[in-house]
């Protein structure tokens, strides 16, 4: 059992926020996916930061379910330190992670720090943790120390709301809740400026690329219907969530016809099991991407599913964004896979002490007794330098 | 990859017969042992599942059976679709022998009010059957049903075995919610509802089993291969059941087929 560190309270859950880790495999059989965070990426840098030496394993290692975080759909949550230190660390998205600190007796009310993604922040006791509007990606991980300590259900802390279950009571994240979180890194570490896996963007017009395979029923659709399915731009409709992405053409002149398979009674096959990514053709012919949180099994065909190495790209796509799907060959997919894997990893040996400008280090002060009123005097004086640079919006 | 089989398997396969790989992205594969619904193929789907966890294949991650075909994920880091298709064939070339002493499956018997507030669409499915609700009802709890895969939410089953005469479409209009434990029937199959969701199947009655619990080990009641029969119920009794089962003092009745056969 792991130790708690840290208490949490969260004062506003953000939208859709949830604990997920990476999941909960061997159950689908019962109908259970395998769940977990939908930007594996993601959580794996994240919790190696927070959580220390064991949460480095872990994310090298990535055997579910690791430790688990806060998943953050679009808007984040505020969270308050109730007792314990601890890092937290943003991953997967473009925002800030805020903190603002409690009054303590070095006088730090009104102080405030922020975090760019993948760098560590040490809050203590009354600092209250936020997460902004999400830009970049409808998803972001924040990590919190060692991991949050939801009890372990059916082997993973990952919630999985369609069944009631993980996380906080099987829901998301709600005003009140009290999050215990395991120890963690001692200090703010981050990932090395530069170090940090690359990052797929969309093309110049944002269009995203994702790669796709061939799936149980791609003999169902005709070679040019298969080829149409690469060719349309497809955009993301309002029906996004963790069981999955509608997708509809994305064309502003006539819409193309609705792809079909060769026999018009194959839009209902004989359900079979669905794994993450898979494209699945319903009776409408709009392209519907599976995600972590959907039914185990599926009765329409999936001709094509999306490359391992592009399944943490579904959890950035929002309601609006545009895409495009590549057709690739088992081996090229694997090697993808591969050289994705080769630069987390490399971003996972590029964890480094994280420096906090303009924030004293209040437990190496604490730890070396030395809270008196120099220490004080000397956080004073390190805001009035702060006040005497010039604001950097004034420049350009 | 050159395992990449033709689409269409033989149409009607068994445990002898050869099933197709079929790709199904860079981290699966499906092994599809014939063109449509088949209780052999369904047979032959338990038995390749039972060998791969008796004896998982490098870099396997989990298996889900359904009712022709069996997925089949594997970490692609560990190993690939070429080496997890041969390692199968290994395997099922090896069930194929024992499955010539299969162990008796189990048997639930599961009590059921049928009609009423608990089958509400037991007056509809008479009419559109032509028989009395009595009928439909001696024609459901007749011979056993068996449980072809769980799927839709957490320990839901799929049962085949439904009399012919009460093979129906699914509602037009799906419920918004259906409620825990109804038993209900649709494109010839039965299914049972763990908790409250929406659904467009025929409701037939209500069974007080509950057929999930997180905490229970195994979470799911029911597995594939297990045979169940409904013993009708009153809705009473059913009620009282459903408490009994909540506070933990009641698991429906078990058996093996074998023991049911002496009875």
């Given at each position: 059992?792991?130790?708690?560190?840290?208490?949490?309270?969260?004062?506003?859950?953000?939208?859709?926020?949830?604990?997920?880790?990476?999941?909960?495999?061997?159950?689908?059989?019962?109908?259970?996916?395998?769940?977990?965070?939908?930007?594996?990426?993601?959580?794996?840098?994240?919790?190696?930061?927070?959580?220390?030496?064991?949460?480095?394993?872990?994310?090298?290692?990535?055997?579910?379910?690791?430790?688990?975080?806060?998943?953050?759909?679009?808007?984040?949550?505020?969270?308050?330190?109730?007792?314990?230190?601890?890092?937290?660390?943003?991953?997967?998205?473009?925002?800030?992670?805020?903190?603002?600190?409690?009054?303590?007796?070095?006088?730090?009310?009104?102080?405030?720090?922020?975090?760019?993604?993948?760098?560590?922040?040490?809050?203590?006791?009354?600092?209250?943790?936020?997460?902004?509007?999400?830009?970049?990606?409808?998803?972001?991980?924040?990590?919190?120390?060692?991991?949050?300590?939801?009890?372990?259900?059916?082997?993973?802390?990952?919630?999985?709301?369609?069944?009631?279950?993980?996380?906080?009571?099987?829901?998301?994240?709600?005003?009140?809740?009290?999050?215990?979180?395991?120890?963690?890194?001692?200090?703010?570490?981050?990932?090395?400026?530069?170090?940090?896996?690359?990052?797929?963007?969309?093309?110049?017009?944002?269009?995203?690329?994702?790669?796709?395979?061939?799936?149980?029923?791609?003999?169902?659709?005709?070679?040019?219907?298969?080829?149409?399915?690469?060719?349309?731009?497809?955009?993301?409709?309002?029906?996004?969530?963790?069981?999955?992405?509608?997708?509809?053409?994305?064309?502003?002149?006539?819409?193309?016809?609705?792809?079909?398979?060769?026999?018009?009674?194959?839009?209902?096959?004989?359900?079979?099991?669905?794994?993450?990514?898979?494209?699945?053709?319903?009776?409408?012919?709009?392209?519907?991407?599976?995600?972590?949180?959907?039914?185990?099994?599926?009765?329409?065909?999936?001709?094509?599913?999306?490359?391992?190495?592009d399944i943490p790209l579904l959890a950035r796509l929002q309601p609006g964004d545009r895409l495009r799907f590549h057709h690739v060959s088992l081996d090229a997919a694997r090697a993808a896979l591969f050289a994705a894997e080769r630069a987390l990893r490399g971003a996972l040996g590029h964890i480094e002490p994280a420096g906090e400008p303009g924030v004293i280090d209040v437990e190496k002060l604490w730890s070396a007794n030395l809270i008196t009123a120099h220490a004080a005097a000397d956080t004073d004086l390190h805001r009035e330098d702060a006040d005497q640079k010039p604001p950097e919006t004034s420049e350009g | 990859m050159d395992q990449t089989p033709p689409y269409e398997g033989a149409p009607d396969a068994s445990l002898s017969q050869e099933p197709v790989y079929l790709p199904c992205g860079d981290a699966a594969v499906t092994v599809q042992f014939a063109s449509w619904r088949d209780p052999?193929?369904?047979?032959?789907?338990?038995?390749?599942?039972?060998?791969?966890?008796?004896?998982?294949?490098?870099?396997?991650?989990?298996?889900?059976?359904?009712?022709?075909?069996?997925?089949?994920?594997?970490?692609?880091?560990?190993?690939?679709?070429?080496?997890?298709?041969?390692?199968?064939?290994?395997?099922?070339?090896?069930?194929?022998?024992?499955?010539?002493?299969?162990?008796?499956?189990?048997?639930?018997?599961?009590?059921?009010?049928?009609?009423?507030?608990?089958?509400?669409?037991?007056?509809?499915?008479?009419?559109?059957?032509?028989?009395?609700?009595?009928?439909?009802?001696?024609?459901?709890?007749?011979?056993?049903?068996?449980?072809?895969?769980?799927?839709?939410?957490?320990?839901?089953?799929?049962?085949?075995?439904?009399?012919?005469?009460?093979?129906?479409?699914?509602?037009?209009?799906?419920?918004?919610?259906?409620?825990?434990?109804?038993?209900?029937?649709?494109?010839?199959?039965?299914?049972?509802?763990?908790?409250?969701?929406?659904?467009?199947?025929?409701?037939?009655?209500?069974?007080?089993?509950?057929?999930?619990?997180?905490?229970?080990?195994?979470?799911?009641?029911?597995?594939?291969?297990?045979?169940?029969?409904?013993?009708?119920?009153?809705?009473?009794?059913?009620?009282?059941?459903?408490?009994?089962?909540?506070?933990?003092?009641?698991?429906?009745?078990?058996?093996?087929?074998?023991?049911?056969?002496?009875?």
């Amino acid at each position: 059992m792991s130790e708690i560190g840290a208490v949490l309270e969260v004062m506003d859950p953000g939208l859709a926020t949830s604990v997920q880790d990476l999941g909960r495999p061997g159950r689908l059989r019962i109908g259970v996916p395998q769940g977990g965070a939908l930007d594996r990426t993601a959580l794996r840098l994240a919790t190696a930061i927070t959580g220390g030496a064991a949460a480095k394993a872990a994310a090298l290692s990535a055997a579910p379910p690791g430790p688990a975080a806060l998943e953050i759909r679009y808007l984040g949550p505020r969270l308050r330190v109730v007792e314990g230190a601890l890092t937290a660390a943003l991953a997967g998205a473009d925002a800030l992670l805020h903190v603002d600190r409690a009054e303590t007796a070095l006088g730090r009310q009104g102080d405030s720090a922020e975090a760019t993604p993948l760098t560590g922040l040490r809050v203590h006791p009354g600092d209250v943790l936020r997460v902004g509007a999400l830009r970049g990606s409808a998803t972001a991980i924040l990590a919190l120390g060692g991991g949050v300590l939801t009890p372990l259900t059916l082997g993973a802390r990952a919630t999985f709301a369609r069944g009631g279950f993980g996380g906080v009571e099987g829901r998301l994240l709600q005003a009140g809740d009290r999050l215990e979180i395991a120890v963690g890194a001692s200090s703010a570490q981050r990932i090395a400026a530069g170090a940090g896996p690359p990052r797929a963007m969309p093309d110049a017009k944002g269009v995203w690329t994702l790669r796709l395979v061939d799936g149980p029923q791609a003999a169902l659709f005709d070679a040019s219907e298969r080829a149409r399915l690469c060719a349309t731009v497809w955009a993301v409709t309002r029906q996004a969530d963790r069981m999955g992405l509608r997708l509809e053409p994305a064309a502003d002149g006539a819409p193309p016809a609705p792809l079909s398979p060769l026999d018009p009674t194959d839009v209902d096959i004989v359900s079979d099991g669905a794994p993450e990514g898979a494209v699945q053709i319903p009776g409408d012919g709009r392209p519907i991407l599976l995600l972590a949180d959907r039914g185990a099994t599926g009765g329409y065909p999936k001709p094509a599913v999306v490359a391992s190495v592009d399944i943490p790209l579904l959890a950035r796509l929002q309601p609006g964004d545009r895409l495009r799907f590549h057709h690739v060959s088992l081996d090229a997919a694997r090697a993808a896979l591969f050289a994705a894997e080769r630069a987390l990893r490399g971003a996972l040996g590029h964890i480094e002490p994280a420096g906090e400008p303009g924030v004293i280090d209040v437990e190496k002060l604490w730890s070396a007794n030395l809270i008196t009123a120099h220490a004080a005097a000397d956080t004073d004086l390190h805001r009035e330098d702060a006040d005497q640079k010039p604001p950097e919006t004034s420049e350009g | 990859m050159d395992q990449t089989p033709p689409y269409e398997g033989a149409p009607d396969a068994s445990l002898s017969q050869e099933p197709v790989y079929l790709p199904c992205g860079d981290a699966a594969v499906t092994v599809q042992f014939a063109s449509w619904r088949d209780p052999a193929a369904n047979v032959a789907v338990t038995a390749l599942d039972d060998a791969l966890a008796w004896d998982p294949v490098p870099g396997f991650l989990e298996a889900a059976p359904s009712f022709r075909s069996l997925l089949v994920r594997y970490d692609p880091l560990e190993t690939d679709a070429a080496t997890v298709v041969e390692a199968l064939e290994d395997l099922r070339l090896g069930a194929l022998e024992t499955a010539l002493a299969p162990t008796p499956p189990r048997l639930w018997r599961l009590p059921v009010a049928y009609g009423g507030a608990e089958g509400a669409d037991l007056p509809e499915v008479a009419a559109e059957t032509g028989l009395t609700e009595r009928e439909v009802v001696a024609r459901h709890r007749g011979a056993p049903h068996r449980v072809a895969m769980l799927g839709f939410l957490p320990g839901a089953p799929y049962l085949e075995g439904l009399d012919a005469a009460l093979d129906l479409p699914r509602r037009a209009t799906p419920r918004q919610a259906t409620p825990a434990g109804s038993v209900a029937i649709a494109a010839g199959l039965t299914v049972i509802y763990p908790v409250e969701s929406p659904g467009g199947w025929r409701l037939l009655g209500r069974t007080p089993a509950r057929l999930f619990e997180v905490d229970a080990a195994p979470p799911a009641l029911l597995a594939p291969g297990d045979l169940v029969r409904f013993e009708p119920a009153s809705a009473d009794e059913v009620a009282s059941l459903v408490e009994r089962a909540a506070r933990g003092e009641w698991r429906p009745p078990l058996e093996t087929a074998l023991e049911a056969s002496r009875q």
